[in-house]
């Protein structure tokens, strides 16, 4: 890793199924890399960084990421509101441009579509949260569930940020 890598912060924080940290990673690496909205000059994931789901750090780290996600959710719902949308009929008669690109940021976060905005991504259902089932999952099976910080380098194309 060179001194450049050493100094990106975590770009997102993925929640996986695998069967190791090390499969984990190799996933998440998979995923973005092949992934085609959105793409990095560079992506660092680092093993000491890997949390499993046996680590007591496990769950607030993935409550905070899910928090950030919704916080942003929050933030765009808020900036429609200071733009004059109060009703969903609002919506309807919005014209083309800055505030139809917010409420699309939006759908993104609630539909599970991941974007450079995506603090917390859960890789296993493809959502922003995880559901009740998955989370008995985790509990139940925690040898096989990971959160895997991601670093990146600068973003080089996305399809889905402003």
Do not use: C
């Amino acid at each position: 890793m060179n001194a450049e890598q050493q100094q990106y912060k975590i770009s997102h924080l993925f929640l996986v199924e695998a069967e190791s940290a090390q499969e984990g990673a190799e996933r998440v690496a998979h995923y973005l890399t092949g992934n085609q909205l959105i793409t990095y000059s560079d992506l660092v994931i680092r093993p000491d960084e890997i949390i499993g789901s046996k680590e007591g750090r496990f769950w607030p780290m993935l409550e905070k990421g899910i928090a950030k996600n919704m916080d942003f959710a929050l933030s765009l719902v808020e900036s429609l509101k200071d733009e004059g949308i109060e009703t969903i009929e609002d919506l309807v008669h919005m014209e083309e441009g800055y505030l139809t690109k917010l409420l699309h940021t939006l759908t993104h976060l609630l539909d599970g579509f991941i974007g450079v905005d995506s603090v917390f991504y859960n890789l296993v259902e493809d959502s922003h949260r995880i559901s009740r089932t998955l989370k008995k999952s985790v509990d139940a099976q925690h040898e096989k569930y990971w959160l895997i910080p991601v670093r990146t380098g600068m973003l080089e194309a996305s399809v889905l940020h402003l």
